[in-house]
T-cell receptor, first 113, second 114 residues
Framework: QQQVKQSPQSLIVQKGGISIINCAYENTAFDYFPWYQQFPGKGPALLIAIRPDVSEKKEGRFTISFNKSAKQFSLHIMDSQPGDSATYFCAASKETSGSRLTFGEGTQLTVNP | DAGVIQSPRHEVTEMGQEVTLRCKPISGHNSLFWYRQTMMRGLELLIYFNNNVPIDDSGMPEDRFSAKMPNASFSTLKIQPSEPRDSAVYFC????????????FGPGTRLTVL
C-alpha cells in the first residue's frame, strides 16, 4: 500500500531529446506527488510537484503528467540538456501534517552532448 | 539561509566503533527526517520527528541505530556498534510543517565502516 514504483532505473538521452520517467503508486490516499532531483555528491532537491486535482503541471522544460485512474504519474523533460544529468526520484504522500514521503527507487538520467 | 547543516561530511571508522551523525535543521521547520542512501536500496527513510517527537522509526534497521532530537535545532543519529554494511550516505532533511511542504535535504554524511 505504501510503495511507489519507478521506471526506468537508468535512461540515456541525446541533447535536445525528451526524457520520460514513470511512477506508479498503490495507495489511493496519496494526494501529493513531488519529483526530486539529485546531483552527484548533493542531497535531493525538489524539482516540481503536483496534486491530483490537475492532470498536468508544467514548469519550464519540466512537466508532470498525472493519471489518477491508473494511479500513475510521469516526469517529462523537454529539450534535455547535459546539465539535466542527475538522479530523479518520484515520491508520494498524504496531505496531513506529520506524514512522510514515500520515494521511488530513482532513475539515473544521462544526457549526452 | 544556511540550509540544513550536517556534520561530519565524511566519516571513516572501523567496525565496532560508535558513530554519531549530526544535523541542524532549517530554523522554524517542524519536521526532521533521517534517510540512508545506498546503491542497492536507494533512498530509505530511517526515522522522522515532528515537533521533536519521533513519529515513525520503523525504518531504523536494528537496535544498533538510535536517533534523538533534544530540541528544535539539533538531531543526532547514532550507530553503535558500527558494521561494514552500515556504509552509506546519510541524509538529514527538514520540512516547515505540512506534508505538502518541501523537504529540504542536507549535503549528507558519507560513512565508511572498514
Amino acid at each position: 500500500q505504501q510503495q511507489v514504483k519507478q521506471s526506468p532505473q537508468s535512461l540515456i538521452v541525446q541533447k535536445g531529446g525528451i526524457s520520460i520517467i514513470n511512477c506508479a503508486y498503490e495507495n489511493t490516499a496519496f494526494d501529493y506527488f513531488p519529483w526530486y532531483q539529485q546531483f552527484p555528491g548533493k542531497g535531493p532537491a525538489l524539482l516540481i510537484a503536483i496534486r491530483p486535482d490537475v492532470s498536468e503541471k508544467k514548469e519550464g522544460r519540466f512537466t508532470i503528467s498525472f493519471n489518477k485512474s491508473a494511479k500513475q504519474f510521469s516526469l517529462h523533460i523537454m529539450d534535455s540538456q547535459p546539465g539535466d544529468s542527475a538522479t530523479y526520484f518520484c515520491a508520494a504522500s498524504k496531505e496531513t501534517s506529520g506524514s512522510r514521503l514515500t520515494f521511488g527507487e530513482g532513475t539515473q538520467l544521462t544526457v549526452n552532448p | 539561509d544556511a540550509g540544513v547543516i550536517q556534520s561530519p561530511r565524511h566519516e571513516v571508522t572501523e567496525m565496532g566503533q560508535e558513530v554519531t551523525l549530526r544535523c541542524k535543521p532549517i530554523s522554524g521547520h517542524n519536521s526532521l527526517f533521517w534517510y540512508r542512501q545506498t546503491m542497492m536500496r536507494g533512498l530509505e527513510l530511517l526515522i522522522y520527528f515532528n515537533n521533536n517527537v519521533p513519529i515513525d522509526d520503523s525504518g531504523m534497521p536494528e537496535d544498533r541505530f538510535s536517533a534523538k532530537m533534544p530540541n528544535a535545532s539539533f538531531s543526532t543519529l547514532k550507530i553503535q556498534p558500527s558494521e561494514p554494511r552500515d556504509s552509506a550516505v546519510y541524509f538529514c532533511a527538514s520540512r516547515p510543517g505540512l506534508a505538502t511542504d518541501t523537504q529540504y535535504f542536507g549535503p549528507g554524511t558519507r560513512l565508511t565502516v572498514l
